[in-house]
């Protein structure tokens, strides 16, 4: 990808402008305009054109979810080439993991999201509401404003944007100012589908663009860190807007002594390496019971060795497991969480050292002997280490699977199913795999979100498109009377008949 400067559409010009690089090779690729001063009007044009589209019937909004789909794979390829230039992953990690997971998204809000909206018919709850009738009926916010990472450009930011959209909504999506480019190139592709352009507008720009934008919008949907995301949340509350908040995570895998190792191992390795551990639910820590925890480390190493780095060319379609990282900060916090764990005493297997630059570069990392006064057991690490830590027995891995103030994904491996999902109903976490990791991701009937400082609300299922919109109850009464007991003026003996029939009711 060459380097260009890319106001997004309907951007002014001669704004500062932020270079964006290619993380495997260090050069600039694109400039992208800092727009948090226009943060105000991309909010207002939103509003503008935001009732028309609420007018339009759910099935239109949908419909044209559909047409967006069909440019996308079209255009699958120019999407793939800038999602692995800006991020530095792998083919199959942009191809899997950002075309078709938002093709999954476009699918699934197309076709799912007037279920979810539908109106309600609610059957009056008690006497005190005899003879009147209640409908839900879920109404757009407004402008929903979505701030996202730069870790998943597409899945998280285009994705999180599309049942906001469905909705009725107008959205100002702002991405990373690592990662904008591939967003800017998907929106400039779906207005040539046919989506209007108010309706999906960009402000591409740093932290200060991200705040702007709660100051402005009807609702905040943020994907970030944790301490991003508190203060998203603070500055939300001031204007009394809801937020939607899905955060970092610490994700543990246990593995019992009756598990498939093989397969724990190579799940291990593929959901703790993929996207250089880049992914708020990765695999970032491992409890392994006693008797198995040696020969599990050995696998564990054998798959890590397996799994290739793609190194600076641009990867082919097989070439290579694991990409380089993405924001420069990050590969700092790897090497001081795996620094502190050697000092500690910890023992490192295979990696545990920057790769050759130019480039971001942190080489597959295992790690045992490890403890929770260690960083790497503790704070998110973000990149590609697997720190494994000996367990006594299932109590003790769920103990300390729990000792975290995350609560984002987890995983149990063991061959005795009944008991991998008791196990799973034990740990305090929005998701549990058994036998299986990060999928659930895309069972996109069920929620996905994080419990304690991993996130509030959730995407995905009914709660991942009803958070973009207010209820509004509407009851109608059916009595037709002129005056209903217990209206005004008061009377000893309704008084006393009321009384007595809800006693009645109450006290059965
Ligand atoms: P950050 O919290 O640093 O940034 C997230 C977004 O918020 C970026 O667009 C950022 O802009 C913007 N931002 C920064 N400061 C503010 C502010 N004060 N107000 C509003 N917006 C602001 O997270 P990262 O981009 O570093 O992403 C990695 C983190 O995201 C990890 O903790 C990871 O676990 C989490 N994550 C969670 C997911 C989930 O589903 N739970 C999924 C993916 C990632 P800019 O980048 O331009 O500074």
């Not at 190194?311 to 620094?339: K, L, W, Y």
């Amino acid at each position: 990808m060459s380097a260009t400067t890319s106001a997004p559409a309907g951007a002014a010009t001669d704004r500062p402008s932020i270079a964006v690089e290619n993380p495997a090779t260090g050069e600039v690729i694109g400039h992208v305009p800092d727009m948090t001063a226009e943060v105000p009007s991309l909010v207002a044009r939103a509003r503008a054109a935001q009732s028309g589209w609420a007018a339009r019937p759910i099935a239109a909004r949908a419909e044209l979810m559909h047409a967006l789909r069909r440019w996308r794979d079209a255009d699958r390829a120019r999407i793939v080439a800038s999602t692995i230039a800006e991020t530095g992953k792998t083919y199959e990690d942009a191809i899997m993991n950002e075309v078709f997971a938002f093709a999954d998204a476009l699918a699934y809000w197309a076709k799912r999201g007037e279920g979810h909206l539908r109106d309600e018919r609610v059957r009056p709850s008690g006497p005190l509401v005899l003879g009147r009738r209640f409908v839900v009926r879920r109404r757009p916010l407004g402008v929903v404003g979505v701030i996202a990472p730069w870790n998943y450009p597409v899945t998280l930011g285009l994705g999180d944007s599309i049942p906001a959209l469905v909705a009725g909504n107008a959205v100002v999506l702002k991405p990373s100012e690592i990662t904008p480019l591939t967003t800017d190139l998907v929106v400039r592709g779906f207005r040539e589908a046919g989506l209007p352009e108010e309706l999906l507008l960009v402000a591409t720009g740093r932290g200060d663009t991200g705040a702007a934008l709660v100051d402005h919008v009807d609702m905040v949907m943020f994907t970030g860190s944790t301490p991003t995301g508190r203060k998203v949340a603070a500055r939300a509350a001031e204007r009394l807007i809801p937020v939607s908040l899905e955060l970092g995570g610490k994700d543990p895998m246990i593995v019992l002594a009756d598990a498939d190792l093989d397969r724990a191992a190579n799940a291990a390795a593929t959901w703790g390496l993929l996207n250089s551990g880049q992914i708020c639910m990765s695999v970032e820590r491992i409890y392994v019971e006693e008797p198995v925890h040696d020969a599990f480390v050995d696998e564990l190493v054998a798959a890590v060795g397996r799994a290739r780095s793609r190194g600076a060319h641009v990867p082919r379609p097989g070439d290579a497991d694991v990409g380089s990282m993405t924001f420069p900060p990050q590969v700092d916090i790897v090497e001081r969480h795996v620094a502190d764990a050697r000092e500690r005493g910890a023992r490192i297997h295979t990696g545990g050292r920057r790769g050759d630059g130019p480039g971001l570069w942190y080489e597959p990392t295992v790690l045992t002997g490890v403890d929770h006064d260690m960083l790497c057991m503790r704070e998110e690490t973000f990149g590609p280490t697997l720190p494994v830590m000996k367990v006594r027995d299932a109590d003790e891995a769920v103990r300390l699977a729990n000792d975290t103030t995350y609560g984002l994904a987890s995983s149990v491996f063991t061959k005795d199913l009944a008991k991998g999902e008791a196990i799973a109903r034990r740990i305090h976490a929005g998701s549990t795999a058994v036998n299986d990791a990060l999928l659930q991701f895309l069972g996109r009937n069920a929620p996905f979100g994080g419990a304690k400082d991993s996130g509030v609300g959730a995407r995905h299922g009914a709660e991942g498109i009803r958070k973009y919109t207010e209820p509004q109850t509407i009851m109608v009464s059916r009595l037709g009377l002129k005056r209903d007991i217990g209206w005004f003026p008061n009377s000893p003996r309704v008084s006393r008949l009321l009384e007595r029939g809800l006693a009645a009711y109450y006290g059965r």
